[in-house]
């Protein structure tokens, strides 16, 4: 089975914050996606890779930054927190293109005081 | 807007009964995804239907695909307590890197 783990279930920070969310799949796939969840809104794609050092922007890049140094781990970077990053992010593999079959993590609930 | 949009938003039945949910989608697609959401956690890939097909069972699970209509229906039969989560449909348009999720169907069923 494919297991993707997300590094925090649930994470407090402050205003103005480096935060770091860590995700890492343990079936070698190609393609790493972070996503945010918010009631009413649905699933948004933040950025996502197709290959290690690779990265593409989604649909809400913004305040965001993302690093892929190794194929396993895809890692999810607010530079300074703000209030308006409190959501549920949700990390994802997958294999072959990017539109196939997604294996989601557990997700991380961030809170941004 | 959604590339893909559930239907009903929120649906509750009694336990045993059947299920049935509706995603709608704008533009063509390659494959059509349903995936489910257990509160509080993350998405499971449920079943992945081409857009050359039109009926695919898995389980208790039946969904269809009417590209003509740009439409699918998941159907969960004689539902159980634990199918009680949330269902979301996701869709690849033409020329798109990336899929789109719907903003899913919440689903009780109550005992």
């Known amino acids: 089975d494919v297991k993707v783990t997300q590094s925090s279930r649930y994470l407090v920070k402050r205003t103005g914050e480096k935060v770091f969310l860590e995700c890492v799949q343990d079936m070698d796939h190609e393609n790493m996606f972070w996503y945010r969840q918010d009631p009413g809104l649905g699933l948004r794609l933040i950025y996502f890779s197709y290959d290690v050092k690779m990265k593409e922007k989604g649909d809400i890049p913004e305040g965001y930054s993302v690093s892929r140094e190794k194929k396993e781990r895809f890692s999810l970077i607010l530079e300074s927190a703000s209030t308006n990053q409190t959501s549920m992010y949700l990390c994802?593999?997958?294999?072959?293109?990017?539109?196939?079959?997604?294996?989601f993590g557990p997700g991380t609930r961030l809170l941004v005081l | 807007s959604q590339q893909g949009e559930e239907d009903p938003q929120a649906l509750s039945i009694q336990e045993g009964e059947n299920a049935t949910m509706n995603c709608s989608y704008k533009?063509?697609?390659?494959?059509l995804q349903w995936y489910r959401q257990n509160s509080g956690r993350g998405l499971v890939h449920l079943i992945l239907?081409?857009?050359?097909?039109r009926e695919k069972h898995s389980g208790r699970l039946r969904v269809t695909l009417d590209t003509s209509k740009k439409s699918s229906s998941l159907l969960i039969t004689a539902s159980r307590a634990a199918d009680t989560a949330s269902y979301f449909c996701a869709t690849d348009a033409w020329g798109a890197q990336k899929l789109v999720f719907g903003q899913g169907t919440r689903l009780t069923i109550n005992p």
């Open positions: 239907i081409r857009s050359n097909e």
């Open positions: 533009t063509s697609i390659n494959n």
């Open positions: 994802a593999s997958s294999f072959g293109g990017t539109r196939e079959t997604q294996y």
